[in-house]
Each structure stands twice: as structure tokens, then as C-alpha cells.
């Protein structure tokens, strides 16, 4: 057992949180706690979401990990992703609890680091793969970060972190990175339809910027969100219209503008195909309680 480990409820747990420098948050990504546990028998953690990414590499033991509503067996060298906001659990198994390294992490390029290491939303669980080295080097950013602060811990981390990574990228076979950069793309598209669902933007223009032919990627956005792109604009258009609609008293031409209909009769045809009803029927209905008001989802609410 390590000195510094403390007892809880259902583990024995070694954390350090991090104050992460204004050099460290201007870069791609950054660390921002790492530790290492022994579960208890009973160890469980979730169904819970958390904001940032979390890598975690199985050292011994054995447990099952939950995410996206696919069920991963973890054994020995084992790596596996917590991604924020998702939905995820995992729990060990009583007979052989599990031990575990992990880094919690954040950053605009955090999703690259992860393609890196042949890891992505549609692929979190690598089994088998870890190499004492790459063990070895997240042990080296715990003991960086048990030490405590100094005036060059920022750059010492940063080095420390990305050794991980760089480690973990000779380990990804090219068809994990072939896996990784294909849910990249996707979801890069899916973010640029969120942000410029009311600009105009061609779907032709998103497919071009992420590197696949128009064909390709409405065929793939389809089969991996159970829409197409156009569909997911238009229902983008639809839940910011709704909002504005319970939120404010603009004028229905206003609101049509807002959400990049040219007109008020393009907007209320599409509003009626989608939503059953005018858009001023609509109103009402929130008005006079006849209509529930509309729930902000996630992509949209991300891109308010």
C-alpha cells in the first residue's frame, strides 16, 4: 500500500487536484488531477457524467466498464475513457478487485490525444494494450504531481503528460486511428452544424471542411445519429425557435430571421411539418398551457 493512499467507503485512493497554470490552459490540453485506487469489493462508481476526460489504466483486477450503453469487460492492462458528459459506470469484480492509474484531463485537443492513442466516443476501451513503459509514465506524472508545486511544475507536467500519450500512439494499430478518425470527423461535422445551424451553411461546405465527400458524409451522420445533416439542422432551427417562442415576444418574421428562414411563410411551413402546428398556435398553446414548453437539449444548449 502506498503511503499516501487513504481509506474510503469503497476503495483505498491516492488523488492529486491540480491548479492548472494559464500556460498549461493555453495549450491543446492539460491535466488537471491524477491518482491511483485499489477498489474494495464492493467498489462501484455510477451511472454519473463527468466534465472532463478521464484515462484510466487498469493495473490488476478485473471489473466490467459501462459507456454509451455498451458493456466492456476490464482486465490486466486494460485502458479506458471516461468521456464528459456521458453517461457512463463501472464496477469491479468482488473476487478480483481492481487496481487503477488514472488522469483526468481537459482541453480543445483533448479529443486528438485520444485518436492518438487509437481511443474515441465509439471506441473507449482498449483491452490488453498497455506496456510497462506507458504504466510507467503515468506513474511518473503522479510522483511529478505528489512532489507539489515549483516555479517550472506547469512546463515538468505538460512534458510528463504528453510522454503518456506519445507512448500510447506507438500502441494504436492504424486501424484504431482508421476508427478514432472516423467518429472525429463525424462529430467535428455534427459541431459545425450546431454552431452554424442558422447561418446558411452548406452541408456540401461541412464535408468539404472535414475532409469527405458530401455523399459520404450524410450517409455516415445517418447511420451514426439516426438523422441526416438536413434533418439535424432543421431540427436545430426548430428547438431555437420553440425557445424564442416561450422566451420573448419577437414578432414571428423576427424569429424566422433569427433561425435563417428568409421568410415568414418558409419558416411557419417547416415549423407546422415538424412541430404539428403554426408557430402562433404554438405560442398559445404555451400560453394557455395546452402545449408543454420545450426542453433545451444538449447540442443546443452547448452552442447558445
Known sequence: MRPNMREEHNEFLEIYFLNPSSFEMAGAAWPIRVGHNAAKPHYRIGPRITPYYYLMFVLDGEGTFIQHNRTYPLRRHDMFCLFPQVTHEYYTNPEKPLKKLFVAFDGKGALKLLERAG????????????????????????????????????????????????????????????????????????????????????????????????????KQFRKTFGLSPVQYIQ??????????????????????????????????????????????RYRQGLADGTVAPPTVTDDLASHR
Open 119 to 218: 481511443l474515441s466516443a465509439r471506441q473507449p476501451h482498449r483491452p490488453g494494450v498497455l506496456t510497462e513503459e506507458a504504466i510507467g509514465l503515468l506513474w511518473s506524472l503522479t510522483e511529478l504531481i505528489g512532489k507539489g508545486e515549483t516555479n517550472y511544475t506547469d512546463l515538468e507536467r505538460l512534458s510528463a503528460f504528453y510522454r503518456i500519450f506519445d507512448c500510447l500512439s506507438h500502441l494504436a494499430s492504424e486501424a484504431d486511428h482508421a476508427e478514432a478518425h472516423s467518429a472525429s470527423w463525424l462529430h467535428r461535422g455534427k459541431e459545425i452544424l450546431s454552431i452554424h445551424y442558422n447561418d446558411g451553411i452548406a452541408i456540401e461546405q461541412v464535408a468539404q471542411y472535414v475532409g469527405v465527400d458530401r455523399t459520404h458524409f450524410s
Open 235 to 280: 431540427s436545430l432551427k426548430m428547438k431555437e425557435a420553440k425557445l424564442l417562442l416561450l422566451q420573448t415576444d419577437y414578432k414571428i418574421s423576427e424569429i424566422a430571421q433569427s433561425v435563417g428562414y428568409p421568410d415568414v411563410f418558409s419558416f411557419s411551413r417547416a415549423f407546422k411539418k415538424l412541430a404539428g402546428m403554426s408557430p402562433n
